[in-house]
Structure formats: structure tokens, C-alpha cells
């Protein structure tokens, strides 16, 4: 039941990425961007957070053990969490600049792990054998697996800091007279 839900949570944020891209290809992202406004930074830390419960729901609850793929997409989502957290509080919104890079490492590393759930036969090192990295422990529709709800969750993180936040800092107030 949890998984299901959080593989319609990822399949919504992929259909909200295609959304705002297809706004930007169209020109229409300025709109998007004056009602996401301050909310953007929220909804980057909501995506990060609900990921790194979904993660911590898969291994403490359900008992999946995570491959060494698994793990390094935690290193980079986990930080996400707070770091999206305290930017979206303070409303910094230079947080790109250190989000960013976080977030681009780990949508490799998921890419890589999803690609090599669907072709086994590639090598991967690092992996155990009791934890294989190309053994798919859940699937939800027919394709979405724990990596692609971290893929989708590392896409749409980026697409929300690059597409939904103004660049850099917003100008400071001036105080009245």
C-alpha cells in the first residue's frame, strides 16, 4: 500500500516535470514561476523529504535491504532534505548553487541503477550478492522501482530549482521612509 502510493507520488512529480518543461519549450514558464514563487523552495525540500522517508520506509519497515546503488543515492538525497529544508525556511534562493550538484550525482547514480535493473548483464562491481544491485525487490506499474522513484525524485528537485526559482537571491526590501 505505502509503495504503491509513493510510486503515484513519483509518477505525479514526472508528470509535473513534463509539465513545467513543456512550459519553458513554449515559453510559458514566467506564469508558473509567479504562482510557484516562494513555494518553489518548499515543494524542492517536500520532494526531498518524502523521498528520504520513502527510502527509510523501504529499508526500516518493509526490511528491503539496499544495494550499494541504493546507498549512494541516499548519500546525495539525505543532505538534499536538510539542506532544501533550511533554504526554503530562510527563502535562500542560492541554494542552487550547493542543491544542485547533489542533486545531478544521484539522478546519475539512479539512471545507472535503473539501467541496470532492466539489462542485468551489465557489470557492476560494487554490488553484493546479497544485495545485488540489478535485482528489482519492488516494482509498481510495470516499470517504477525504487532507483526510477529516485531518478523522478532527483529530476524534479532540479527541474523546481532551475525552472521554479528566480535566480539567485531575491533584491532586498528597502525599508520605508
Do not use: K
Not at 514558464?29 to 504562482?35: A, D, Q, W, Y
Not at 514563487?37 to 526531498?48: E, S
Not at 539496499?66 to 534562493?93: F, K, N, S
Not at 548553487?97 to 541496470?116: E, F, K, Q, S
Amino acid at each position: 500500500m505505502v509503495a504503491t502510493f509513493l510510486a503515484v507520488l513519483a509518477l505525479v512529480a514526472l508528470a509535473g516535470v513534463v509539465v513545467v518543461l513543456v512550459a519553458a519549450v513554449i515559453g510559458r514558464l514566467e506564469p508558473m514561476r509567479s504562482v510557484t514563487g516562494p513555494g518553489a523552495l518548499w515543494l524542492a525540500f517536500a520532494i526531498a523529504l518524502t523521498a528520504t522517508a520513502g527510502s527509510l520506509y523501504f529499508s526500516e519497515i518493509a526490511h528491503l535491504v539496499p544495494c550499494t546503488l541504493c546507498w549512494y543515492q541516499r548519500i546525495a538525497m539525505y543532505p538534499l532534505a536538510l539542506i532544501l529544508g533550511i533554504a526554503a525556511w530562510r527563502g535562500e534562493w542560492g541554494i542552487r548553487r550547493y542543491a544542485a550538484p547533489l542533486a545531478t550525482i544521484g539522478a546519475v547514480v539512479a539512471a545507472y541503477h535503473v539501467v541496470l535493473q532492466r539489462v542485468p548483464t551489465l557489470p557492476s562491481a560494487g554490488c553484493s550478492l546479497t544485495a545485488p544491485c540489478s535485482a528489482i525487490d519492488l516494482e509498481r506499474f510495470g516499470f517504477v522501482t525504487i532507483p526510477a522513484m529516485a531518478l523522478i525524485g532527483f529530476i524534479a528537485i532540479l527541474t523546481v530549482l532551475f525552472a521554479l526559482t528566480p535566480n539567485g537571491d531575491p533584491p532586498a526590501e528597502t525599508p520605508d521612509p
